[in-house]
Protein backbone atom coordinates (compact mmCIF):
# COMPACT_ATOMS: atom_id res chain seq x y z
CA UNK A 1 0.00 0.00 0.00
CA UNK A 2 1.18 3.71 -0.73
CA UNK A 3 0.90 5.87 2.29
CA UNK A 4 0.05 9.25 2.53
CA UNK A 5 3.23 10.53 3.51
CA UNK A 6 5.28 9.62 0.74
CA UNK A 7 2.19 10.76 -1.58
CA UNK A 8 2.96 14.23 0.07
CA UNK A 9 6.84 13.89 -0.08
CA UNK A 10 6.65 13.29 -4.49
CA UNK A 11 3.70 16.51 -4.11
CA UNK A 12 1.18 14.12 -5.21
CA UNK A 13 2.71 12.25 -7.79
CA UNK A 14 3.48 8.77 -6.15
CA UNK A 15 6.45 7.19 -6.79
CA UNK A 16 7.64 3.59 -6.04
CA UNK A 17 10.84 1.93 -8.06
CA UNK A 18 10.62 4.95 -10.08
CA UNK A 19 7.01 4.72 -11.63
CA UNK A 20 4.58 7.15 -10.81
CA UNK A 21 0.79 5.62 -10.44
CA UNK A 22 -0.40 8.36 -13.15
CA UNK A 23 2.49 6.73 -15.07
CA UNK A 24 1.73 2.99 -14.60
CA UNK A 25 -1.84 3.92 -15.17
CA UNK A 26 -1.56 5.78 -18.59
CA UNK A 27 1.25 2.69 -19.52
CA UNK A 28 1.30 0.00 -17.91
CA UNK A 29 -2.68 -0.09 -17.40
CA UNK A 30 -3.45 0.57 -20.78
CA UNK A 31 -0.99 -2.05 -21.77
CA UNK A 32 -2.43 -5.19 -19.56
CA UNK A 33 -5.97 -3.82 -19.90
CA UNK A 34 -8.28 -4.39 -16.78
CA UNK A 35 -8.45 -8.08 -16.50
CA UNK A 36 -4.01 -7.98 -16.41
CA UNK A 37 -4.39 -5.48 -13.92
CA UNK A 38 -7.21 -7.46 -11.48
CA UNK A 39 -4.14 -9.82 -11.11
CA UNK A 40 -2.58 -7.73 -8.89
CA UNK A 41 -4.56 -6.98 -6.66
CA UNK A 42 -5.71 -9.62 -4.02
CA UNK A 43 -8.34 -12.32 -4.43
CA UNK A 44 -11.14 -10.55 -1.67
CA UNK A 45 -10.44 -6.85 -3.66
CA UNK A 46 -10.88 -8.98 -6.79
CA UNK A 47 -13.96 -10.54 -6.33
CA UNK A 48 -15.44 -7.26 -4.95
CA UNK A 49 -14.62 -5.50 -8.07
CA UNK A 50 -15.94 -8.09 -10.28
CA UNK A 51 -18.98 -7.89 -8.21
CA UNK A 52 -19.49 -4.54 -8.77
CA UNK A 53 -18.77 -4.71 -12.73
CA UNK A 54 -15.70 -3.28 -12.96
CA UNK A 55 -14.18 -6.69 -15.23
CA UNK A 56 -17.78 -8.14 -15.85
CA UNK A 57 -18.88 -9.61 -19.15
CA UNK A 58 -19.98 -7.73 -21.39
CA UNK A 59 -22.44 -9.94 -22.78
CA UNK A 60 -24.08 -12.11 -20.33
CA UNK A 61 -26.67 -14.18 -22.35
CA UNK A 62 -24.82 -16.83 -24.39
CA UNK A 63 -25.93 -20.13 -26.44
CA UNK A 64 -23.76 -22.64 -26.82
CA UNK A 65 -23.57 -25.44 -29.18
CA UNK A 66 -22.45 -28.74 -28.30
CA UNK A 67 -23.16 -32.56 -30.07
CA UNK A 68 -24.51 -35.97 -28.23
CA UNK A 69 -20.61 -37.02 -27.15
CA UNK A 70 -18.93 -38.25 -24.14
CA UNK A 71 -16.52 -35.13 -24.69
CA UNK A 72 -19.50 -32.48 -24.31
CA UNK A 73 -18.90 -32.76 -20.93
CA UNK A 74 -17.01 -29.97 -19.84
CA UNK A 75 -19.47 -27.49 -21.35
CA UNK A 76 -22.28 -29.33 -20.33
CA UNK A 77 -20.72 -29.55 -16.33
CA UNK A 78 -20.13 -25.89 -16.54
CA UNK A 79 -24.23 -25.08 -16.59
CA UNK A 80 -25.03 -28.60 -14.73
CA UNK A 81 -22.44 -27.04 -11.36
CA UNK A 82 -23.68 -23.26 -11.93
CA UNK A 83 -19.95 -22.66 -12.90
CA UNK A 84 -21.28 -20.04 -15.74
CA UNK A 85 -23.56 -18.21 -13.10
CA UNK A 86 -20.27 -18.31 -10.97
CA UNK A 87 -18.71 -15.97 -13.67
CA UNK A 88 -21.86 -13.61 -14.56
CA UNK A 89 -22.86 -15.82 -17.72
CA UNK A 90 -26.59 -17.19 -18.27
CA UNK A 91 -26.01 -19.67 -20.87
CA UNK A 92 -28.26 -22.12 -22.79
CA UNK A 93 -26.29 -25.00 -24.03
CA UNK A 94 -27.60 -25.78 -27.16
CA UNK A 95 -27.91 -29.49 -28.11
CA UNK A 96 -27.12 -29.61 -32.40
CA UNK A 97 -27.47 -32.33 -34.79
CA UNK A 98 -24.35 -32.24 -36.86
CA UNK A 99 -21.00 -30.25 -37.14
CA UNK A 100 -22.09 -28.63 -40.26
CA UNK A 101 -24.82 -27.15 -38.51
CA UNK A 102 -22.58 -25.99 -35.57
CA UNK A 103 -20.04 -24.41 -38.04
CA UNK A 104 -23.09 -22.72 -39.67
CA UNK A 105 -24.67 -21.88 -36.47
CA UNK A 106 -21.40 -20.27 -34.99
CA UNK A 107 -20.58 -18.29 -38.89
CA UNK A 108 -23.73 -16.61 -38.54
CA UNK A 109 -23.62 -15.75 -34.85
CA UNK A 110 -27.18 -17.99 -33.61
CA UNK A 111 -24.25 -20.17 -31.44
CA UNK A 112 -22.17 -17.59 -29.16
CA UNK A 113 -19.67 -20.32 -28.69
CA UNK A 114 -19.28 -24.43 -29.01
CA UNK A 115 -17.91 -27.67 -28.96
CA UNK A 116 -16.22 -28.14 -31.74
CA UNK A 117 -13.79 -30.22 -33.64
CA UNK A 118 -10.10 -29.15 -33.58
CA UNK A 119 -9.92 -29.54 -37.24
CA UNK A 120 -13.16 -27.51 -38.43
CA UNK A 121 -12.20 -24.69 -37.24
CA UNK A 122 -8.87 -24.49 -38.94
CA UNK A 123 -10.78 -25.83 -41.86
CA UNK A 124 -13.15 -22.82 -41.44
CA UNK A 125 -10.43 -20.34 -41.15
CA UNK A 126 -8.97 -21.34 -43.98
CA UNK A 127 -11.84 -21.49 -45.93
CA UNK A 128 -11.42 -25.03 -46.75
CA UNK A 129 -14.69 -26.60 -44.68
CA UNK A 130 -17.31 -23.81 -45.48
CA UNK A 131 -17.68 -20.24 -45.89
CA UNK A 132 -14.38 -18.54 -44.73
CA UNK A 133 -14.42 -16.83 -41.85
CA UNK A 134 -11.62 -16.16 -39.46
CA UNK A 135 -12.45 -18.39 -36.03
CA UNK A 136 -10.90 -18.48 -32.22
CA UNK A 137 -9.88 -21.65 -30.53
CA UNK A 138 -10.09 -20.82 -26.89
CA UNK A 139 -9.50 -23.96 -25.00
CA UNK A 140 -8.84 -28.07 -25.53
CA UNK A 141 -11.45 -29.73 -24.11
CA UNK A 142 -10.17 -32.90 -24.20
CA UNK A 143 -7.46 -35.40 -25.00
CA UNK A 144 -7.70 -39.11 -26.48
CA UNK A 145 -11.49 -40.84 -25.95
CA UNK A 146 -11.97 -41.51 -29.87
CA UNK A 147 -11.98 -44.85 -31.59
CA UNK A 148 -12.60 -46.75 -35.12
CA UNK A 149 -14.91 -48.72 -34.73
CA UNK A 150 -15.18 -51.93 -37.73
CA UNK A 151 -18.12 -53.89 -38.26
CA UNK A 152 -18.82 -57.33 -37.77
CA UNK A 153 -18.98 -58.21 -41.51
CA UNK A 154 -15.28 -57.38 -41.95
CA UNK A 155 -14.47 -59.50 -38.76
CA UNK A 156 -16.34 -62.27 -40.24
CA UNK A 157 -14.00 -61.61 -43.21
CA UNK A 158 -11.02 -62.17 -40.76
CA UNK A 159 -10.64 -58.49 -40.23
CA UNK A 160 -9.46 -57.62 -36.85
CA UNK A 161 -6.76 -54.95 -36.98
CA UNK A 162 -4.94 -52.32 -39.66
CA UNK A 163 -2.78 -54.89 -40.78
CA UNK A 164 -5.63 -57.69 -41.78
CA UNK A 165 -8.00 -54.24 -43.12
CA UNK A 166 -4.87 -53.74 -45.40
CA UNK A 167 -5.25 -57.66 -46.33
CA UNK A 168 -8.62 -57.83 -47.36
CA UNK A 169 -8.40 -54.79 -49.34
CA UNK A 170 -5.72 -56.22 -51.24
CA UNK A 171 -7.68 -58.79 -51.91
CA UNK A 172 -10.56 -57.73 -53.62
CA UNK A 173 -8.24 -55.29 -55.94
CA UNK A 174 -10.31 -55.05 -59.68
CA UNK A 175 -13.13 -56.01 -57.69
CA UNK A 176 -16.73 -54.03 -57.88
CA UNK A 177 -16.67 -54.29 -54.05
CA UNK A 178 -16.11 -50.55 -52.69
CA UNK A 179 -14.95 -50.13 -48.41
CA UNK A 180 -16.69 -47.47 -47.34
CA UNK A 181 -15.50 -45.94 -44.27
CA UNK A 182 -17.15 -42.90 -42.17
CA UNK A 183 -15.67 -39.58 -40.34
CA UNK A 184 -17.73 -36.66 -38.88
CA UNK A 185 -16.76 -33.85 -40.57
CA UNK A 186 -14.15 -33.35 -43.88
CA UNK A 187 -11.59 -31.33 -42.00
CA UNK A 188 -12.53 -32.57 -38.98
CA UNK A 189 -10.61 -34.54 -35.86
CA UNK A 190 -12.42 -37.82 -36.91
CA UNK A 191 -11.44 -37.75 -40.92
CA UNK A 192 -7.61 -36.95 -39.86
CA UNK A 193 -7.54 -39.86 -37.56
CA UNK A 194 -9.11 -42.21 -39.83
CA UNK A 195 -7.01 -40.91 -42.84
CA UNK A 196 -4.06 -41.42 -40.68
CA UNK A 197 -4.42 -44.67 -39.42
CA UNK A 198 -5.70 -46.31 -42.76
CA UNK A 199 -2.17 -44.85 -44.34
CA UNK A 200 0.28 -46.04 -41.48
CA UNK A 201 -0.88 -49.53 -42.96
CA UNK A 202 -0.74 -48.46 -46.30
CA UNK A 203 -4.05 -48.12 -47.19
CA UNK A 204 -4.73 -44.58 -48.99
CA UNK A 205 -7.87 -43.09 -47.64
CA UNK A 206 -8.89 -41.67 -50.82
CA UNK A 207 -8.25 -43.90 -53.62
CA UNK A 208 -8.04 -47.78 -51.56
CA UNK A 209 -10.90 -47.15 -49.76
CA UNK A 210 -14.39 -44.79 -50.07
CA UNK A 211 -14.81 -42.11 -47.72
CA UNK A 212 -18.55 -39.96 -46.36
CA UNK A 213 -19.21 -38.28 -43.56
CA UNK A 214 -21.83 -38.84 -41.37
CA UNK A 215 -22.76 -37.09 -37.86
CA UNK A 216 -21.85 -38.87 -34.20
CA UNK A 217 -25.36 -39.99 -33.10
CA UNK A 218 -26.18 -41.33 -36.65
CA UNK A 219 -23.11 -43.89 -36.89
CA UNK A 220 -24.37 -46.96 -35.05
CA UNK A 221 -27.51 -46.77 -36.97
CA UNK A 222 -25.94 -46.87 -40.85
CA UNK A 223 -23.17 -49.54 -39.70
CA UNK A 224 -26.51 -51.48 -38.64
CA UNK A 225 -28.17 -51.55 -41.86
CA UNK A 226 -24.83 -51.81 -43.64
CA UNK A 227 -24.07 -48.19 -45.24
CA UNK A 228 -20.38 -49.07 -44.39
CA UNK A 229 -17.34 -51.17 -42.87
CA UNK A 230 -15.84 -48.60 -40.74
CA UNK A 231 -15.84 -45.34 -38.90
CA UNK A 232 -13.96 -42.81 -36.85
CA UNK A 233 -16.20 -41.50 -33.87
CA UNK A 234 -15.92 -39.98 -30.39
CA UNK A 235 -17.34 -41.74 -27.28
CA UNK A 236 -19.78 -43.45 -27.03
CA UNK A 237 -20.48 -44.23 -30.20
CA UNK A 238 -17.93 -46.64 -30.45
CA UNK A 239 -18.86 -48.52 -27.13
CA UNK A 240 -22.61 -48.40 -28.49
CA UNK A 241 -21.57 -50.11 -31.55
CA UNK A 242 -20.58 -53.13 -29.43
CA UNK A 243 -23.28 -52.69 -26.92
CA UNK A 244 -25.24 -53.57 -29.97
CA UNK A 245 -23.08 -55.99 -31.26
CA UNK A 246 -22.62 -54.36 -34.80
CA UNK A 247 -19.15 -53.64 -34.56
CA UNK A 248 -15.89 -53.60 -32.68
CA UNK A 249 -12.92 -51.59 -31.87
CA UNK A 250 -9.57 -51.70 -34.13
CA UNK A 251 -7.88 -49.01 -32.62
CA UNK A 252 -8.45 -46.28 -30.13
CA UNK A 253 -7.14 -42.56 -31.38
CA UNK A 254 -4.66 -42.78 -28.39
CA UNK A 255 -2.93 -45.73 -30.14
CA UNK A 256 -2.84 -43.32 -32.70
CA UNK A 257 -1.40 -40.05 -30.81
CA UNK A 258 -1.58 -40.56 -27.36
CA UNK A 259 -3.05 -37.30 -25.66
CA UNK A 260 -4.32 -35.81 -29.12
CA UNK A 261 -6.04 -32.59 -29.32
CA UNK A 262 -9.89 -33.45 -29.94
CA UNK A 263 -12.40 -31.18 -29.59
CA UNK A 264 -12.00 -27.05 -28.35
CA UNK A 265 -14.24 -24.55 -27.22
CA UNK A 266 -14.19 -22.75 -30.10
CA UNK A 267 -16.18 -19.18 -31.28
CA UNK A 268 -15.19 -16.50 -33.92
CA UNK A 269 -12.49 -14.31 -33.27
CA UNK A 270 -14.85 -11.37 -34.04
CA UNK A 271 -16.69 -12.49 -30.45
CA UNK A 272 -13.41 -12.30 -28.75
CA UNK A 273 -12.48 -9.18 -29.55
CA UNK A 274 -15.68 -7.57 -28.97
CA UNK A 275 -16.41 -9.45 -26.25
CA UNK A 276 -13.16 -10.41 -24.26
CA UNK A 277 -14.26 -10.13 -20.36
CA UNK A 278 -17.12 -12.63 -21.63
CA UNK A 279 -14.96 -14.91 -23.70
CA UNK A 280 -12.28 -15.08 -20.05
CA UNK A 281 -15.45 -15.73 -18.07
CA UNK A 282 -16.61 -19.05 -20.29
CA UNK A 283 -12.86 -19.94 -19.98
CA UNK A 284 -12.98 -19.87 -16.57
CA UNK A 285 -16.32 -21.77 -16.16
CA UNK A 286 -15.20 -24.23 -18.40
CA UNK A 287 -12.05 -24.90 -17.02
CA UNK A 288 -13.40 -25.26 -13.74
CA UNK A 289 -15.84 -27.94 -14.93
CA UNK A 290 -12.70 -29.88 -16.40
CA UNK A 291 -10.84 -29.95 -13.15
CA UNK A 292 -14.30 -31.62 -11.59
CA UNK A 293 -14.71 -33.92 -14.34
CA UNK A 294 -11.25 -35.15 -13.97
CA UNK A 295 -11.26 -36.29 -10.58
CA UNK A 296 -12.48 -39.83 -11.07
CA UNK A 297 -14.97 -40.03 -8.20
CA UNK A 298 -17.09 -37.44 -9.57
CA UNK A 299 -16.98 -39.45 -13.22
CA UNK A 300 -19.94 -41.63 -12.65
CA UNK A 301 -22.13 -39.36 -11.52
CA UNK A 302 -20.93 -36.78 -14.87
CA UNK A 303 -22.01 -39.91 -17.06
CA UNK A 304 -25.60 -40.19 -15.16
CA UNK A 305 -25.88 -36.54 -16.41
CA UNK A 306 -25.16 -36.68 -19.61
CA UNK A 307 -26.87 -39.79 -20.55
CA UNK A 308 -29.76 -37.93 -20.20
CA UNK A 309 -31.58 -37.36 -23.47
CA UNK A 310 -31.37 -33.62 -22.98
CA UNK A 311 -27.78 -34.60 -23.58
CA UNK A 312 -25.75 -37.38 -25.34
CA UNK A 313 -28.96 -39.74 -24.49
CA UNK A 314 -27.52 -42.92 -24.44
CA UNK A 315 -26.93 -45.93 -22.11
CA UNK A 316 -25.74 -44.79 -19.10
CA UNK A 317 -23.17 -47.97 -18.77
CA UNK A 318 -21.82 -47.62 -22.52
CA UNK A 319 -20.99 -43.81 -21.53
CA UNK A 320 -19.39 -44.81 -18.08
CA UNK A 321 -16.84 -47.63 -18.91
CA UNK A 322 -14.31 -46.02 -20.88
CA UNK A 323 -15.43 -42.57 -19.25
CA UNK A 324 -13.26 -44.38 -15.90
CA UNK A 325 -10.71 -46.04 -18.84
CA UNK A 326 -12.31 -49.66 -19.00
CA UNK A 327 -12.09 -50.78 -22.23
CA UNK A 328 -13.56 -53.83 -24.05
CA UNK A 329 -13.22 -54.23 -27.84
CA UNK A 330 -15.76 -56.36 -28.79
CA UNK A 331 -13.30 -59.30 -29.48
CA UNK A 332 -12.63 -60.48 -25.73
CA UNK A 333 -9.46 -58.42 -24.80
CA UNK A 334 -10.41 -55.88 -21.86
CA UNK A 335 -8.16 -53.69 -20.30
CA UNK A 336 -7.84 -50.82 -18.31
CA UNK A 337 -6.62 -47.92 -20.80
CA UNK A 338 -4.06 -45.05 -18.74
CA UNK A 339 -4.52 -42.72 -21.68
CA UNK A 340 -8.33 -42.94 -21.40
CA UNK A 341 -10.57 -39.57 -22.43
CA UNK A 342 -8.90 -36.96 -20.02
CA UNK A 343 -10.23 -33.31 -19.69
CA UNK A 344 -7.76 -31.66 -17.25
CA UNK A 345 -4.53 -33.34 -16.46
CA UNK A 346 -3.35 -30.90 -14.08
CA UNK A 347 -4.15 -28.35 -17.13
CA UNK A 348 -1.64 -30.19 -20.20
CA UNK A 349 -4.81 -30.85 -21.59
CA UNK A 350 -6.84 -27.56 -21.98
CA UNK A 351 -3.60 -25.50 -23.08
CA UNK A 352 -4.03 -24.38 -26.91
CA UNK A 353 -0.69 -25.05 -28.46
CA UNK A 354 0.07 -23.53 -31.41
CA UNK A 355 1.91 -27.08 -32.59
CA UNK A 356 -1.57 -28.67 -32.05
CA UNK A 357 -3.57 -26.25 -34.42
CA UNK A 358 -0.30 -26.40 -37.16
CA UNK A 359 -0.83 -29.88 -37.17
CA UNK A 360 -4.10 -30.14 -38.49
CA UNK A 361 -3.16 -27.89 -40.94
CA UNK A 362 -0.07 -29.94 -42.04
CA UNK A 363 -3.00 -32.71 -42.42
CA UNK A 364 -5.11 -30.71 -44.93
CA UNK A 365 -2.15 -30.31 -46.79
CA UNK A 366 -1.21 -33.80 -46.58
CA UNK A 367 -4.88 -34.16 -48.25
CA UNK A 368 -5.38 -31.93 -50.95
CA UNK A 369 -7.78 -30.01 -48.83
CA UNK A 370 -5.16 -27.31 -48.71
CA UNK A 371 -3.48 -26.71 -52.47
CA UNK A 372 -0.41 -25.08 -51.21
CA UNK A 373 1.73 -24.52 -47.66
CA UNK A 374 0.03 -21.65 -45.50
CA UNK A 375 2.32 -19.77 -43.41
CA UNK A 376 1.95 -22.35 -40.60
CA UNK A 377 2.79 -20.18 -37.52
CA UNK A 378 0.95 -17.28 -38.21
CA UNK A 379 -2.07 -18.87 -39.25
CA UNK A 380 -2.16 -20.69 -35.64
CA UNK A 381 -1.00 -17.94 -33.51
CA UNK A 382 -4.38 -16.10 -34.93
CA UNK A 383 -6.64 -18.82 -34.62
CA UNK A 384 -5.22 -20.19 -31.08
CA UNK A 385 -5.79 -17.37 -28.29
CA UNK A 386 -3.34 -17.89 -26.25
CA UNK A 387 -2.80 -14.57 -24.42
CA UNK A 388 -6.88 -14.98 -23.18
CA UNK A 389 -6.78 -18.78 -22.24
CA UNK A 390 -3.56 -17.73 -19.90
CA UNK A 391 -5.26 -14.49 -18.04
CA UNK A 392 -8.19 -17.04 -17.60
CA UNK A 393 -5.92 -20.14 -16.28
CA UNK A 394 -4.67 -17.33 -13.95
CA UNK A 395 -8.10 -16.47 -12.72
CA UNK A 396 -8.67 -20.48 -11.83
CA UNK A 397 -5.29 -21.32 -10.73
CA UNK A 398 -4.50 -23.66 -13.81
CA UNK A 399 -0.80 -24.11 -14.49
CA UNK A 400 0.16 -23.30 -17.90
CA UNK A 401 3.21 -24.73 -19.69
CA UNK A 402 6.14 -22.59 -20.85
CA UNK A 403 6.36 -23.57 -24.42
CA UNK A 404 3.29 -23.19 -27.30
CA UNK A 405 4.46 -25.94 -28.89
CA UNK A 406 5.13 -29.55 -27.90
CA UNK A 407 6.61 -32.63 -28.99
CA UNK A 408 4.77 -35.92 -29.77
CA UNK A 409 5.03 -39.69 -31.68
CA UNK A 410 2.29 -40.63 -33.87
CA UNK A 411 1.33 -44.17 -34.64
CA UNK A 412 4.00 -44.32 -37.89
CA UNK A 413 6.38 -43.66 -35.41
CA UNK A 414 6.71 -39.69 -37.08
CA UNK A 415 7.81 -37.03 -34.13
CA UNK A 416 5.69 -34.18 -35.10
CA UNK A 417 7.55 -30.73 -33.00
CA UNK A 418 5.76 -28.31 -35.14
CA UNK A 419 9.78 -26.89 -36.40
CA UNK A 420 9.10 -27.22 -39.28
CA UNK A 421 5.47 -27.89 -40.81
CA UNK A 422 6.23 -27.46 -44.41
CA UNK A 423 8.53 -30.54 -44.35
CA UNK A 424 6.68 -32.67 -42.05
CA UNK A 425 3.29 -31.92 -44.12
CA UNK A 426 4.97 -33.16 -47.72
CA UNK A 427 7.05 -35.85 -46.26
CA UNK A 428 4.03 -38.73 -46.22
CA UNK A 429 4.73 -41.32 -48.49
CA UNK A 430 0.93 -41.45 -48.61
CA UNK A 431 -0.64 -37.94 -49.48
CA UNK A 432 -2.68 -36.70 -52.23
Same mark, same amino acid.
Given at each position: MIDDNESKKNNGVIKKDGISRRDFLKTGGMALGGFALMNMVSPG??? +??????SDAPEKKSLKIGFIPLT???SVVMAEELGLYKKYGLEVTVSKEASWAGVRDKMVNGELDAAHVLYGLMYGVQMGIGGQQKDMAVLMC???? +??? &??????? %??? +???????? !? %??IDKIEGEKREYTFAQTFPTGTHAMWLYYWL?? @?? &????????? &?? /????????NMRIGNMDGYCVGEPWNARAIYDKVGFTAATTQDI? %?????? /??????????? @?????????? $?????? %? #? &? =??? $?NRPGVAKTISSKSYVNAPEEVIEGRFLGDYDNGMGRKWKDPDYMKFYNDGAVNFPYLSDGMWFLTQHKRW??????? =??? $?? $??????? =?? #? !?EAAAQVKVPVPKDVMRVSKLIDGVVWDGKDPKKYANSFKIKV
Open positions: IRA +GAWAAGDCALNNN +GQA &ITLSNQS %KAK +GVVDGASL !K %KLAS @YG &IHPLTDVKT &IT /VPPPQMVAW %KDHPEK /VLGTTLEFTQK @YPNTTRAMLM $AVLEAS %K #Y &I =DTL $AKLLKDDP =DYL $AV $AKKVNQI =DL #Y !K
